[in-house]
């Protein structure tokens, strides 16, 4: 049902989103909230990206 691709593509999506929650509270160091932020954006942008290619790749 699910492709390796998929799970490349979640996974990917999934370590963006828990390294934004890192810099957000500041496990890695002192808080970065703004950059927080701007990982977190990441996670959509991950999704979007992995379901244009398979769609491109299955019209073609």
Not at 21 to 33: C, E, H
Not at 41 to 55: D, E, M, N, Q, T
């Amino acid at each position: 049902m699910f492709t390796k691709s998929d799970y490349l593509i979640v996974g990917a999506a999934f370590l963006s989103f828990l390294f934004s929650i890192a810099l957000w509270f500041g496990v890695l160091g002192p808080s970065q909230k703004d950059s927080g932020i701007f990982v977190g954006l990441w996670v959509p942008s991950i999704l979007a990206l992995g379901l244009y290619f398979k769609l491109n790749a299955r019209t073609a």
